[in-house]
């Protein structure tokens, strides 16, 4: 694993490294990682849908909305190959103490919930000292580049922003506009514009800007580079969002199982999961059965922090607390619940009898086809009859030889009537011939043997 911190500003100081650098690189466990092997395509396609929930404190008020959307995407590698894999986009905004703060979270995934590019930001607007932070992980060939950035503070330009603005009029007059002028120290010359009836010249004003006490802005960068093998069990957040429906349709998790995820500093810690049981909650009107995970992100420098997820059966969150934190999220109304498609048997129809006799359309129609096949029949033995006298000759002679094997008589006897049959000699010899046509010898032995033939019926020395 490597390290690059960048930083900029006037508070920026260098990374310091982790008393615990020394130790070896936490890593999944078997458990785990046989249940990221168990997932399949067809199960995570049932998982694809978006919800939305409300932030709410402890009081009941709403604060703001978490909305997470789960969905088919199309995701181009560094190859310009395209392919189709999950797409996770989660988003929240709200106020926390009167502070405004959100999230977003872009992520795409393997159908093993692997990671394949993620960004995720998340932002607090403190009157003294904003702050936001960006993460963005992205697999390069054997390897994963995580990519932190911090921002602290905000920069201040020119007179704007939250800065106090007292203008100080030398005309007592109203304006309906103003113009600004030049700058001098903690002053600007400001001109109304111009307006009809106004005097000529136009009168002025001054505006004077009262500072406040703003830090400057600081940003530091840090890039780690993980090996792809030693990540192994690794869960992101986007991965997180749908492993956790996984769980809620399965209803279970995984017994003993630690993945591997990032702490909020950027670096690698555990993840486990714990199974709370389940509990029937109000939503509305409505009572529902929930399936209760909590997950627990052990830092290696940090506290823990647990979240507790409230799952609906077939993987809709019906609520998320953090732990120690006085808000959660809830949804407001049951969704329609999604069911796995039950595949049918093929139905087994029993062989009944026909009983066509008894059947009188039937019946018809076997008539009227017997007595167009007789019609047919006899029509043709008028106009051929060479047919029956064949066919009268060859009983009379098979009753006055009565063989034993009548398909070989039958072919002796009808032989003769092969146009390509070749003919029978005046002697026959001890060695009965095959009454079966034998196949024509190719045509390079063929000539060879008349040739022969010809030549053994030459004169006599």
Known sequence: MSSKVQSKGSKAKDHQ??????LPPPEANAEAIHFLDSLRQEELLMLLFSETLVMVSDTGEPQGE????????KYKDEFGIMSYCPFVHASSRGYVDGVLCGTSLLGYLSWKLEIVEQHNQEFIKFHTLPMERKMRLLKQDDQLAVTRTVKEGEVRTGPGGSHALHLLWNQEQGTDG????????DHMDWTICSSPGWPNPLPTFRLKVLTQICPEQEVKTKVIVFPWHSIAGFISEAANLVLL??????????SNARF??????????YSTYQALGSQTIQVGRQQVEVFIVEQTVHSEEGIPMSYQFYLL?????????????PGCCTITKVPILREEDAIEPRPVFEKKPLMWEEDMELFSKFMDRKEELRLSHNSYLRQHPEAHALISDFLLFLLLRQPADVVTFAAEYFGPFAMRRASTPALRSSNRPSPFRALEPEGGEAEEREAGSKAGEGPAG
């Open 260 to 269: 591997l995820a990032l702490d909020t500093e950027g670096k690698l810690c």
């Open 313 to 325: 059966s077939d993987g809709h969150l019906a609520k998320r607390i953090q732990v120690g934190s």
């Open 245 to 254: 429906r996984v769980m809620g349709w399965r209803r279970t998790v995984p």
């Open 66 to 73: 978490l909305t997470i959307d789960v969905q088919r995407g």
């Open 17 to 22: 490294p982790s008393a615990q650098a020394g």
């Open 178 to 185: 103003v113009r600004p002028g030049a700058w001098t120290g």
